[in-house]
């Protein structure tokens, strides 16, 4: 593409690759110095001159200017970044009809039932913490919202896959750093808002604020989908001015689930829909994921989806990877794995557990907490797994460098009878629960849902899954065990 196609009253350079890290090499590419929290990309003109910018946009005023390199200056480089990198790529997010998902919990299970459920409906790609997704294609994921010149590659790339919409799952601090500000998004979904990211965002009204912008920035003729139970969902909503549709369970809703029956292996409830009302039984268990569903059920429908064209699907829904993922081999007392690691998702998967749990069973929890990240949130878990569990496990998740045992201490200072153990290594964590585990017990395995990775001082390093470790522990150390005893 020509420079003069994606800044006016430019030179007729060939452009083919755009550059925000400095490090990475691009023929004939157009950097720009974005300033992020850690770094400030006018730092790193010459690098990035050297790895083969030929273009460079700028906001400060620089000292230096090397001859042969064009430089344009901006006034804001993020803003500007969004806009050519939309151009550069066709704009995709245009011709494909795109859902954006936000909300502390459940956007990789409402974008994930949004792909599922419109298949065969219409084609339906995904981008999120689990996988990115579409047609034939997966691929591992990169940050839950992708940086702005991969999201619109990958969108791209989903066009030329002839999809024909995109399940987007938007974070707050996707929001915050600009990366979505070039996405055309049709439904915008808000699930809830809850205690975490405040590392990063300082205060709860800041991390609110982060995610109202989706729904501020959407056009009259969008729709935005709000859980109406949440205390925030009226407020995000305040500005916005898209056509507002609301879900939920216990106020009045444009959609909302009534009647419920949740069970160990399916849920039942009605679905109240104006004035239209639909018995659904499905394979999803847990009241929030009765909510995930109702966000994915109103986001489709509102967007032309036949409710009566999804009833058919609902009782046998794929299951999401990590997410109330259940590990079945034969064992005779329950395993659950989920990526819940905020307050909120750790109480609804704790109460779950509660209901399902006969009253002389134990529920085991088997957890952590990320290292260098919201260490307030720490002692909050330990005294939710206080109150629901019967033995905690506290163990290695993300420790980034922090010392694990460190870490578990901290959840510790919230746990005042619960009989509680630490076990730094994550796979010896979970032999620990399985070899202690009884008939009808309830296993727990938390924060990590379906990654293979665990991140470490130095990056991503593997890890086999905690649904891989306790099928190999099953089979290695508990089976074993059950025949030596027979």
Request: charged share 25%; glycine share 6%.
């Amino acid at each position: 593409m020509k420079l003069n196609e994606l800044f006016k009253n430019t030179p007729e350079i060939e452009i083919e690759n755009i550059m925000v890290d400095s490090r990475q090499r691009s023929k004939h590419a157009i950097f720009f110095c974005c300033k992020g929290l850690m770094n400030d990309g006018h730092k790193f003109i010459a690098q990035a001159i050297k790895n083969g910018a030929i273009v460079v946009v700028h906001s400060d005023d620089l000292e230096h200017y090397e001859e042969g390199i064009t430089y344009i200056r901006v006034e804001d480089t993020t803003r500007s970044l969004n806009k050519v990198a939309s151009i550069f790529f066709g704009h995709p997010s245009h011709s494909l009809r795109m859902f954006g998902v936000t909300g502390t919990n459940g956007k990789s299970s409402v974008t994930s039932l949004i792909r599922d459920l419109s298949e065969g409906i219409f084609r339906c790609g995904y981008i999120g913490t689990i996988s990115i997704e579409y047609g034939d294609v997966k691929l591992p994921p990169l940050l839950t919202t992708p940086t702005v010149v991969d999201l619109q590659h990958i969108l791209s790339d989903m066009k030329k896959a002839k999809m024909e919409a995109c399940a987007l799952e938007v974070s707050s601090i996707g929001l915050e750093q600009g990366r979505v500000d070039a996405v055309d998004f049709d439904v915008a979904v808000f699930t809830n808002l809850t205690h975490d990211h405040l590392d990063y965002h300082g205060t709860m009204e800041n991390y609110f604020l982060a995610k109202k912008t989706l729904f501020d920035n959407l056009d009259p003729d969008k729709v935005a989908i709000v859980n109406v139970d949440d205390p925030h969902g009226k407020a995000i909503v305040a500005d916005c001015p898209a056509r507002i549709y609301t879900y939920g369970i216990e106020k009045e809703a444009d959609y909302r689930a009534r009647d419920i029956q949740i069970l160990a292996d399916k849920t039942i409830f009605t679905l109240s829909y104006f004035s239209n009302e639909y018995r659904i039984e499905t394979n999803l268990v847990a009241t929030f994921n009765i909510y995930n569903l109702l966000a994915a059920i109103a986001a489709l429908n509102q967007s032309g989806v036949g409710i009566d064209e999804m009833l058919g699907k609902l009782n046998n829904i794929r299951q999401i990877e990590g997410r109330m993922e259940r590990v079945e081999e034969g064992q005779p007392f329950n395993i659950i794995v989920d990526f819940a690691h905020t307050p909120d998702g750790l109480q609804q998967i704790f109460e779950f557990a509660a209901k399902i749990t006969p009253v002389d069973r134990r529920i085991i929890a088997v957890f952590g907490s990320a290292g260098k990240r919201d260490t307030k949130k720490r002692p909050i878990f330990g005294a939710l797994a206080d109150k629901y569990c019967d033995m905690i496990i506290l163990t290695e998740d993300d420790p980034r460098g922090e010392n694990p045992i460190e870490i578990a201490e901290d959840i510790a200072k919230g746990i005042k009878k619960t009989n509680m153990i630490i076990i730094e290594n994550r796979y010896d964590a979970i032999r620990q629960a399985i070899e202690m585990a009884n008939i009808q017990d309830t296993i727990l395995l938390l924060g990590k849902g379906d990654e293979s990775f665990m991140y470490g001082e130095f990056g991503r390093e593997p890890w086999m899954g905690d649904q891989n470790a306790a099928r190999d522990v099953l089979h290695k150390y508990y089976f074993e065990n059950e025949e030596e005893i027979l």
